[in-house]
C-alpha cells in the first residue's frame, strides 16, 4: 500500500464520529502515548482513559488478578463504549 492510499484512509476515518467514545485501559501511563495517536488519527472521537496506577504493576500480580482487574476496567468501558486495550499485561493474563 502505497503512503497517498494510508493518508487516504486515515482522513476518511478520522472525519467520521461514532457515538460511542473509545475506551484506552493501561496499568499505569503507558496508554497515554496510544490516546494521543488515536486524536490524531480519529480528533473527532471522544476518548476516555483509565490509568490504573493504584495497582501498578501488572507484572508482579498472579494473573487471576490481572484477569479480574482487566474484567472490571473492561465492564466500567463498555458500559461507556467500545475498549482498546492500551497494553499486554491483562491480554496476557488473560491467555494463561
Not at 484512509?9 to 484506552?24: F, H, L
Not at 496499568?27 to 480528533?43: A, C, E, F, K, M
Not at 508482579?60 to 492500551?86: Q, T
Request: net charge positive; proline share 5%; hydrophobic share 40%.
Amino acid at each position: 500500500m502505497e503512503s497517498a492510499d494510508i493518508g487516504n484512509r486515515q482522513s476518511a476515518i478520522g472525519n467520521r464520529k461514532s457515538d460511542a467514545p473509545i475506551g484506552v485501559f493501561d496499568s499505569g501511563v503507558g496508554g497515554l502515548t496510544v490516546v494521543g495517536s488515536i486524536q490524531r488519527l480519529l480528533p473527532r472521537e471522544d476518548v476516555i482513559y483509565l490509568g490504573d496506577t493504584a495497582r501498578v504493576p501488572y507484572g508482579r500480580k498472579p494473573p487471576e488478578m490481572v484477569v479480574d482487574f482487566a474484567v472490571g476496567i473492561a465492564d466500567f468501558l463498555c458500559a461507556r463504549g467500545s475498549i482498546w486495550i492500551g497494553q499486554g499485561m491483562a491480554k496476557l493474563g488473560r491467555h494463561r
